[in-house]
């Protein structure tokens, strides 16, 4: 049993070594991108962190979802915090399953630049959206008489740009549309086209849709944040991978990085003088045509034999 238990191990081991080896090259490929995303973060929360400052509390706005939904109460306000928690950390342990799983259909580093890609492009529409027009936060703690409802302006510009992890817990004035549905809705879209099991992927729907109601009952959104932020998403997803290269198939051995023109070129120079064509088509043409050129050239040699008779 021990010699079993560690042959299993230095297998793994050797997974992760190669794994590794791989995803570091595809890093000092796509690093620029990468960062980029990161950054587009960073202004995200700075943005967010920005509209507090402007925002006014006031009289929490008639709304059809807080009619509807049984408000969860203050206390009980983290049960939607902790559902968005577990849609991140699966959806990250995810993305690394490659490095321990036999069943792997997805690069680390290229699945996190086209998540960051999908992010970036609805943070824009968001902060567009919630500068344009500042609405008084529903949350506990935006409301009048509370005293983080409007931060006080700093002292010093550099300040504007620091961004808090509590702060962005306890923000207001960003609201249209919610950032939580965003991330949501843009990782179980991405397993649904590269994940495997397809019973996951109908609770992960199913676990969007219920932080989704989490959300209004808990108060941190007005419906219509939620609302706009299922269509907005789902659209600005479809286009931006629309306009994205696909994802190189993992069964492919030499094929590590995403196909470039100059990769593309090479291959089919080297299918040239190999004499093998890439379009099974195309060898049916040419073999339709060579078999023509025979055909006519015994015609040809028929009728020169009949004439010299």
């Known amino acids: 049993m021990s010699l079993y238990i560690n042959r299993e191990d230095s297998k793994i081991w050797r997974i ?35 509209v507090h400052f402007i925002h006014r509390p006031g009289p ?24 968005f928690t577990f849609i991140f950390l699966s959806f990250l342990l995810w993305t690394f399953h490659p490095f321990i799983c036999k069943s792997k259909k997805i690069y680390t580093v290229l699945i996190w630049c086209r998540v960051l890609a999908f992010l970036l492009g609805c943070q824009i529409l968001r902060i567009l959206t919630f500068y344009s027009t500042q609405l008084p936060g529903p949350n506990y703690h935006c409301r009048e008489g509370s005293r983080v409802a409007t931060l006080p302006r700093p002292d010093h510009i ?34 649904q086209k590269y ?28 419906t219509v944040d939620v609302v706009v932020a299922w269509y907005t998403v789902n659209l600005v997803v479809f286009y931006i991978d629309t306009k994205l290269p696909e994802l190189p198939d993992r069964g492919a051995a030499a094929l590590l990085l995403p196909v470039t023109k100059d990769s ?43 004439n010299g008779v």
């Open 195 to 222: 994940g495997t099991k397809r019973f996951i992927k109908q609770c992960a729907w199913l676990t969007v849709v219920v932080q989704s109601l989490l959300i209004i009952a808990s108060r941190k959104h007005y």
């Open 158 to 191: 550099i300040k504007y740009f620091i961004v808090i992890p509590r702060g962005m817990l306890y923000g207001c004035g960003d609201l249209i549309f919610s950032s939580h549905m965003i991330f949501s809705l843009v990782f179980v879209r991405t397993y």
């Open 264 to 306: 593309r070129t090479k291959e089919e120079n080297h299918k040239l003088l190999n004499g093998n064509a890439g379009d099974p088509t195309d060898r049916r043409l040419r073999s339709q045509v060579n078999i023509k050129a025979v055909e006519d050239g015994n015609i040809l040699l028929a009728e020169t034999v009949m």
């Open 16 to 50: 992760i070594c190669a794994e590794t080896t791989t995803e570091i090259n595809l890093l000092s490929e796509n690093w620029k991108y990468l960062l980029a995303g990161l950054f587009g973060q960073y202004i995200h929360g700075v943005a967010a962190r920005g």
């Open 60 to 83: 929490v706005l008639q709304d059809t979802g807080f009619f509807l939904l049984r408000e969860l109460g203050e206390q009980r306000a983290y049960i939607s915090e902790t559902v």
